[in-house]
């Protein structure tokens, strides 16, 4: 039988001693006696920033998204706001997703900021995380707020918290705000406005720059103007990018761009695809099946919050695959330093970005052009920060992750599938123009530089004893590495708890780099109840014929490793 966790028992008990309504209440009386489970979860803790931010299942509780824990955390990120700018008149941007109850969450925000005296800005409507990051910078905010669970099943909502450079909240940023939200107890604490003072509603002036921006980023305009005709077809997963996408993919030029309608409708249920993370093939069924009925040169797709971006294309037998995140950032990533030589805008001072977990390709890509490139901890917040760091000496070209996130130009900190789906477009029209196609360009990279594949398995463990599972499987392969894989001989262990090695900020990630290149590695998510697994397969390849043989191989090998680590 399932015990009352102690310290479920107390969160809960410090809420029914405040002036939460009577009928949240009663909810946690029912939850206390009909499902203790459930209480455990929804009390056990409160809610911490991870990679992603603030991001949890909606519903009462402090370990929950709800008007009562979005308003603590924002008195709470108001008080070190206050605190870091002492005497200075506060000015805060927010927006929301497609999301249920991200509208008012969104409120909630702008309202408990406004009472603190801050001057707010809020996007009349839904808006991309991008969008957000741009605006923080451009109306020269100290910090900002997206209501958003991103690609996470519709039982979640979320709120990223921004800094004043348009970046999610990194240390010790991250973790001074939990102090000062953690301090927040009661809800009498919470300073919020039952009107709208001092809130400054936002949109289209914002759109208008942003999307300037956009397409300032252009390389081959004079491809674009050939291929103007170009068969685009895009769904927005029932999220924020059917407000900018097509607007930006016809600003940049092209002329036919075909929405698939069931998905253009925002809706935080979903209801055409049971996750709306454009990772998930399931996800793409309508776009896919829209675009091989017109015979379309590309399927682009969005997340809701429209900051990850996912492609579909023909390959040469003429069949429809979906690219991965790692393929997508190593396409861009070489058209993009391709795009700058061909120009001469390549000065030596250029760099490129990507995560630990994200595939070496790019790191070859960059090397060959003899561009600079980091690697940073996933999360792209810690990319943000790598502009942030450079900004004055160094001219950032690109950089992205292998969850199909990708930032090209500084003007936005955060991933943004709106400038990236207008490059991947301008990049087909690029290769149209020389007949040949994304797929074989995509085959001749890894003739270059080799193949590299990657594939990524997550295990779910939800609640308070998922955490604790994730933490014993995490701590079994910290003390218990395997010293082969495959037979394929594991010669070196990075462990990213150990700073004074990877000269990174803690993280609990682990990498076994294996003799061949391969290269497995394992950390818990951020922003959902998972572990992470991400296998990374690295092979010669003398000709692009080899490329099926070499994918069913690799494939074979991440089974092998899978099983002797007993996924």
Sequence with gaps: MIQIDKNATINAEKWLNTTIDDSAKQEIIRLRESN???????????????????????????????????????????????????????????????RNNSKDFAKITARVMAANGFEVFLFEDIRPTPELSFAVRELKADAGVMITASHNPKEYNGYKAYWNDGAQLTTPHDELVIEKVNAITDLSQVKIQDDDKNIIIIGEDIDKIYLEKVKSISINGDCIKKQKDLKIVYTPLHGTGISLVPRALKEYGFENVICVEEQSIPNGDFPTCVSPNPEDVAALEMGLKLAKQLDADILLATDPDADREAIALKDNKGEW???????????LTYYLLSANKNANLLKGNEYIIKTVVTTDLIKQIAQDFSVEYFDVLTGFKHIASKIRENEATKRYIGGGEESFGYLIGDFVRDKDAVSACCILAEMVAWLKEQNTSLYDFLLELYKKYGFYHEKQVSITRKGKTGAEEIEKMMMDFRNNPPKTLDNDKVIEIIDY???????????????????????????????????????????????KEDYEKLLRESNEKIERIKKEIRL
């Design 36 to 98: 203790v489970e459930e209480f455990n979860d929804a009390f056990y803790r409160t809610l911490e920033f991870g990679t992603g931010g603030l991001r949890g299942v909606m519903g009462i509780g402090t370990n929950r998204m709800n008007k009562y824990t979005v308003a603590m955390t924002t008195q709470g990120f108001c008080n070190y706001i206050q605190e870091n700018n002492p005497g200075k008149k506060i000015r805060t941007v927010i927006s929301f997703d497609s």
């Design 321 to 331: 695959i979906i690219l991965n995140g790692n393929q997508t950032a190593s396409l």
């Design 497 to 543: 708890l150990q700073t004074e090695k990877t000269l990174l900020p803690k993280s609990n990630v682990l990498q076994y780099l294996l003799e061949s290149g391969s290269k497995v590695s394992v950390r818990p998510s951020g922003t959902e109840p998972k572990i992470k697994f991400y296998f990374s397969i690295s092979i010669p390849m003398t000709c």
